[in-house]
């Protein structure tokens, strides 16, 4: 069974900085693409990144002005985003996704993962 388990999540002022976990089980790792999303209330889910595991290719959503870095570790079958100088409009659930395949992460659409975790909140005040 395929699960998804994410954590890092919590509440911080503007400016600091979160780091996400998405541990990976029950599916051969490096067969897979691994996005992360974010749902803010009443917005649609988008994409924040995306790495497909086994050619480590990276995309990351350009209006994040590199404030989002995403990054694995294999051993440990985990995907991590990290965010910094988050603003109040970083407000949202984050989830990461799995889809078997190396997806093209210039197209990160929620519609094409069939996997997700439960979600990590993320409140930044000002």
């Known amino acids: 069974e395929v699960q998804l388990v994410e954590s890092g999540g919590g509440l911080v002022q503007a400016g600091g900085s979160l780091r996400l976990s998405c541990v990976a089980s029950?599916?051969?790792?490096?067969?897979?693409?691994i996005a992360w999303f974010r749902q803010a209330p009443g917005k649609e889910r988008e994409g924040v990144s995306c790495l497909a595991v086994r050619d480590e290719n990276t995309i990351y959503t350009k209006s994040k002005e590199g404030r989002f870095t995403v990054f694995n570790d294999n051993a440990k079958r985990t995907v991590y985003l990290q965010v910094n100088s988050l603003k109040p409009e970083d407000t949202a659930v984050y989830y990461c996704?799995?889809?078997?395949?190396?997806?093209?992460?210039?197209?990160?659409?929620?519609?094409?993962?069939?996997?997700w975790g439960q979600g990590t909140p993320v409140t930044v005040s000002s």
């Open positions: 996704a799995a889809q078997e395949g190396n997806l093209n992460c210039a197209i990160l659409r929620f519609e094409h993962y069939d996997y």
């Open positions: 029950g599916f051969t790792f490096d067969d897979y693409t």
